[in-house]
């Protein structure tokens, strides 16, 4: 199950390299590489449109190096590396979908990150929402471990902490990622999306850190 979930999370972060490459012959040779949120920020060579492809494939390096770290503990290590392999795959998206828009920009001279046909903020606020529900799904199957999870100084000492921290994080993150991504797809717009999605994401954790807390004090 690891090797084949391996190999799929490794053919699926080539994606935006072979998308680079299948595109190269129609992008300009000058190119914006760098956005904020007033616009264009810097412009440079088209061959710079290869870092984030680049990054996803070394990314894989440091999962596999995650993964064998996480299988060593025999009792959680199986059912960790699941989650592991999903939050894998919604970076490797977010990856492939920042670098379809950049590209897409390139070639159609795009300036702004809400301009043209598609909102950049917008569709990065949906993606992470989205990935807020797949969090609120795996986080109460997490077990005890030093690697991945919420792991605060109480939960890391005792597994009731942990088992009730978690399965409060995992309601309150699929309950919010429903709302949050409805918000963002039909009401806001990009940057207000975006905007929302941080403070929303921030105040979370501290809610969560707060539970967590308050178990620990009972």
């Not at 061959?47 to 996803?56: K, N």
């Not at 797949?134 to 792991?151: D, E």
């Amino acid at each position: 199950m690891a090797k084949n979930n391996r190999i799929v999370a490794m053919s699926l972060s080539l994606f935006p390299l072979i998308f680079v490459l299948v595109m190269l012959p129609i992008i300009p040779e000058i190119v914006p590489v760098h956005f904020g949120l007033s616009g264009v920020t810097r412009y440079g060579n088209r061959i710079e449109i290869f870092t984030l492809p680049g990054f996803a494939v070394l990314m894989q390096l440091c999962w596999v190096l995650i993964e064998n770290a996480v299988m060593h503990q025999k009792e959680s290590g199986l059912q960790n590396l699941k989650m592991l392999f999903w939050c894998n795959i919604l970076l490797t998206f977010i990856i492939t979908v920042v670098t379809m828009w950049i590209v897409y920009a390139a070639i159609d001279g795009i300036e702004e990150l809400t301009d043209g046909r598609f909102d950049l903020l917008r569709m990065l606020s949906v993606v992470f929402n989205i990935m807020c529900i797949g969090i609120g799904n795996f986080l109460p199957k997490c077990k005890q471990n030093k690697f991945i999870g919420i792991r605060l100084s109480w939960t890391m000492k005792s597994e009731h902490n942990w088992y009730k921290t978690h399965r409060f994080g995992g309601k309150a993150y699929l309950i919010y990622g429903i709302i949050a991504t409805l918000l963002c797809l039909l009401v806001l717009d990009g940057q207000a999306g975006l905007l929302f999605s941080v403070i929303g994401i921030l105040t979370l954790l501290a809610i969560i850190s707060c539970y967590s807390y308050h178990i620990y004090k009972l």
